[in-house]
Nanobody, 117 residues
Framework: QVQLVESGGGLAQAGGSLGLSCAAS????????MGWWRQDPGKQRELVAS???????NYADSVKGRFTISRDYAKNTVYLQMNSLKPEDTAVYYC???????????WGQGTQVTVSS
C-alpha cells in the first residue's frame, strides 16, 4: 500500500506565496508521475501541475509562470511552490502519484489553500 501525506497550504493574501509538499511512503513501488489537482466547490476539478519520473513538467495555463512543481526522487516527495497567488487559486489541493506497474493512482488527503483579496 502507498500512502501520500500532504503538508503546507493554509491562508495567504493575494500576491503572496505558499508551498505544498506531498510525501509517498510504502514499499515495493515505483512511481511514474506525481502532481497536484485542485477542486473548489462549484468549479471543475483542475490538474494544476505534474512531473514525470523523467522530470518533464506540465502546468495548467492558469498557473503557468506562477507555480513551480519539483520532485525529490530519493524521498518520493513532490513539491508545489505557489507564488503571486490569486483569490481564484483558492481550492482544496490533492496530490497524486501514478504507479504504472499497478495501473493505479494514489491520492493525498487534500490540503486547503485559501487566498484572500
Amino acid at each position: 500500500q502507498v500512502q501520500l501525506v500532504e503538508s503546507g497550504g493554509g491562508l495567504a493574501q493575494a500576491g503572496g506565496s505558499l508551498g505544498l509538499s506531498c510525501a509517498a511512503s510504502g514499499s515495493g513501488f515505483s512511481i511514474n508521475s506525481m502532481g497536484w489537482w485542485r477542486q473548489d466547490p462549484g468549479k471543475q476539478r483542475e490538474l494544476v501541475a505534474s512531473i514525470t519520473s523523467g522530470g518533464t513538467t506540465n502546468y495548467a495555463d492558469s498557473v503557468k509562470g506562477r507555480f513551480t512543481i519539483s520532485r525529490d526522487y530519493a524521498k518520493n516527495t513532490v513539491y508545489l511552490q505557489m507564488n503571486s497567488l490569486k483569490p481564484e487559486d483558492t481550492a482544496v489541493y490533492y496530490c497524486y502519484a501514478y504507479l504504472p506497474m499497478r495501473g493505479v493512482y494514489y491520492w493525498g488527503q487534500g490540503t486547503q489553500v485559501t487566498v484572500s483579496s
